[in-house]
C-alpha cells in the first residue's frame, strides 16, 4: 500500500490529500468523464424541459353550428360539430362534453362522437328566432370554446318566401347590399312572410362552415331581418332536391322565392311555385314565367 501523507494542497483547484500521481492521475481522470455525463445529463434534462414547455402546444378546438328549423312544441335538432385547430378539416374531437345554451340558460347536453359530431335536442314552446350557443361543457381542457346560431320556431301554416342571397347583393366582390333591400325585407317579413336565406357554397373557395358563418356574419352587419340560413351546393339540382324535402317535412306554405340566378328561379317554376328576379337580368336569361323587377323596392308587387 502507498503511505497515506496527511497534509492538505490545493491542486486544480480542489483540496486533496497529497497523493502518489499515477493514483491522481486516475482519480482526476474519473472525476472528469463523471462531471462530463453530469453536464450532457443536465442539458438533456433541460431540453426535455423547453421543448413541453414551447412545443407541446395543448389541444385547441374549433366548434361549428348551424340554424335550426322547428315549429313549436316539436323537437328541434341542433348539430355541433368539434375539430382540431390547425389540423384538416374533418379532424374531430371525440368524448368531449357539449351543452345547449338558450337566454344563458343550459338546455340540453350531449357528448362527441369520435368524428368530433354532437347532436342536441330541445322543443321550443313559442314561436320566434331564438339565438342560442352550444359550448364546451366546464369540467373539459377545452372549456371556453363556443359557436352560436339561430334557433328558428315558425308555425307550418306560416307563409314563407325563400331568398336568394346574392339577390341582396349589388355584386359578389364588393358585397354592397342593394339599395332598399333591408327595408323592403324588413317590412315584408313584420307583417306576413318568414324568410329562408338561401346560401349557394363553391366547395374550391370555402367550406360549409365557413359559407355559413360569412353569411350570418353578413346579414347581421347589413341589418337584414333574423331567419334561416340554408347552404346549399353549386347546381342546378340543390336547391331543387331541398325544395323537395322542405315540402315532404311540411313546409308547403314555401311558395315563392326572390333570387338572382336563373338556376334558382327555375326551381321554383318546375314546381308550379311563384319566382321573382331581382336585379333585371340580362335579356334572355329570365325563365318566361318569372317575374322580373329591377330595384328591391318593386319586389312587394310582385307577390
Known sequence: MYPVVWDV???????????????????????????????????????TATARLFGAEPVSGILTVHDSLTSPNQPATIEATLTKKRLPTGTGLGGEPIELLIAGNVVATA?????????????????????????????????????GANLIVWERRGPMMAVEMTSLMEDAVSRRPMPDAAEELAKLTQFYYNVLYVVTQ?????????????A????KEQ???????????????????????????GWK?????????KVFAEA?????????????PAKGEAPRKAKVVKEWKDVRKKL
Open 9 to 47: 494542497k490545493i491542486r486544480d483547484g480542489l483540496a486533496c490529500r497529497h497523493i502518489p500521481p499515477a493514483i491522481y492521475k486516475v482519480a482526476v481522470r474519473l472525476m472528469t468523464v463523471l462531471l462530463r455525463r453530469a453536464g450532457l445529463f443536465t442539458i438533456l434534462m433541460f431540453l
Open 253 to 261: 306554405t314555401l311558395k315563392v322565392g326572390v333570387g338572382r340566378t
Open 268 to 280: 321554383f317554376l318546375q314546381r308550379r311555385l311563384g319566382a321573382v328576379m331581382v336585379p333585371e
Open 111 to 147: 357528448t362527441t362522437g369520435g368524428d368530433g359530431h354532437a347532436v342536441l335536442s330541445y322543443t321550443p314552446k313559442a314561436k320566434g328566432a331564438f339565438p342560442f350557443t352550444v359550448r364546451i361543457g366546464t369540467m373539459s381542457s377545452l372549456a371556453g370554446v363556443e359557436a
Open 216 to 219: 350570418r356574419q353578413w346579414l
Open 223 to 249: 341589418k337584414f331581418p333574423v331567419g334561416y340560413i340554408l347552404v346549399l351546393p353549386a347546381g342546378s339540382e340543390g336547391f331543387g332536391a331541398k325544395l323537395d324535402e322542405l315540402h315532404a317535412a
Open 202 to 214: 363553391d366547395k374550391t373557395v370555402a367550406t360549409y362552415d365557413q359559407v355559413n358563418e360569412q
